[in-house]
């Protein structure tokens, strides 16, 4: 199962993550208490295996704030309320993860209306995209391996879910990649 942890700020929260088998970090962009400027991102990229891929989290930004966090190293962009056409995207010559409904991106991320939040998704309302899908929304250690059973998505993308108290938890990160990754 490929499993993106997200929102990541500090070098203990990303070392966990790489540690613990994350194939893939997510740095947020938008603007959110996860928000990380595009210094102290690429100052923590620098620690991440080329293995392991980086995605820019942005909520409608501008070419300019896209073209701008591409320093990092980004390998993929993640786009929630896009303004751009998928076209216009191409132009950066990475993979796009979008959550509307459009075929176009490399990969749908299912999540729930308000990203971020911790809100679960309604799995009952999942309809399977015809091309590779991410899921989101709510995940967390204790109910993972539930929504990959019942879902069976291509990723699970965690944030809030390996928090506590707003903090990336380190138990809790190691706990979601295992769970994630077991075998069905």
Excluded: Y
């Amino acid at each position: 199962m490929f499993v993106k942890i997200c929102g990541v700020k500090t070098e203990e929260a990303l070392r966990a993550a790489v540690e613990a088998g994350a194939d893939a970090i997510g740095f947020v962009f938008a603007p959110s208490s996860r928000q990380i400027d595009v210094a102290t991102a690429k100052t923590l990229a620098a620690h991440i295996p080329q293995s392991i891929r980086i995605v820019g989290v942005f909520l409608s930004p501008s070419m300019k704030d896209i073209e701008q966090a591409m320093e990092v190293g980004l390998t993929d962009l993640q786009i929630h309320h896009r303004t751009q056409s998928m076209e216009d995207l191409q132009i950066f010559g990475l993979p796009i993860i979008d959550a509307s409904t459009e075929e176009t991106a490399d990969v749908r991320l299912m999540d729930h209306p308000t990203p971020g939040s911790g809100q679960v998704l309604d799995w009952g309302e999942i309809d399977r995209p015809k091309r590779p899908f991410w899921l989101a929304g709510g995940l967390s250690p204790d109910n993972v391996r539930q929504a990959i059973q019942m879902i069976r998505p291509d990723g699970v993308d965690v944030s809030s879910g390996v928090e506590t108290d707003g903090q990336k938890d380190i138990k809790k990160i190691r706990a979601f990649i295992q769970r994630a990754k077991e075998e069905l």
